[in-house]
């Protein structure tokens, strides 16, 4: 089972989960990190990017593999996934851009390119620790209820209320792209560590189903379940459904209470 924290706010989750990240990095300066995007990691990349303006992290060495991309959305785009990134985790940590890759959503054989994205993460020793948002709808990456958990990097048709959701970002409902590239349940189960942020009412039923029911690809967040090292991190308002959330709360005061104590 995930370690559960739940925090006051956005704030404080940026925070514990950007020290997760830290410890990762100054461990392994050539950490392979898994980024996210959408709302959910904002408040983690800006605790990181404090933490390298400070100099309590060097950040020279990793490289970054984002989640997922728009299908038929150029890279300059200012929406598309590579742009997003760019201005979220790229500048603000002051990394170059070729030390993070996205997957590509245009150009030649675009079938093609989940095996090459896939080939990518390989290379480069696979992914240490992927920071993971999840949607209204149990979605993670842009694997939609139904995906396989064995999935891997590929091309999928959004779901209605993701594209809903995502409306945001751009001018109408009829600009969100109908389809994407996506890393794999498969491919986020292979990553070494997970760090899954949820915020607000809105997220409470998804968080409530990927954690405390039954692991099924209707609920792409509860692959969750079957990694050995994850820690999700929710405030008050997602974690409201929970049905074990006062267990959860006493097992992390624990956890910290025995830190304090160890060694
Ligand atoms: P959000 O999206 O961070 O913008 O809420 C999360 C997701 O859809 O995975």
Redesign the pocket.
Known sequence: MAEIIIVRDQAEAGSVAASIFAKQIIANPGTVLGLAT???PLSTYAALARAVREDRIDVSGVRGFALDEYLGVPPQHPESYRSVITREVVEPLGLTPDQVFTPRGTGPDITLAGAEYEAMITEAGGIDIQIL???SNG??GFNEPGSSLASTTRIKALAEQ?RK?NARFFGSLEEVPTHCITQGLGTILRARQLVLLAFGANKADAVAAALEGPVSSAVPGSVIQQHARATVIIDEDAAAKLAHAEYYRHAWRSAQDLNAVAF
């Open positions: 959408g709302s959910t948002g999840i949607g979605h993670v993701t959701d």
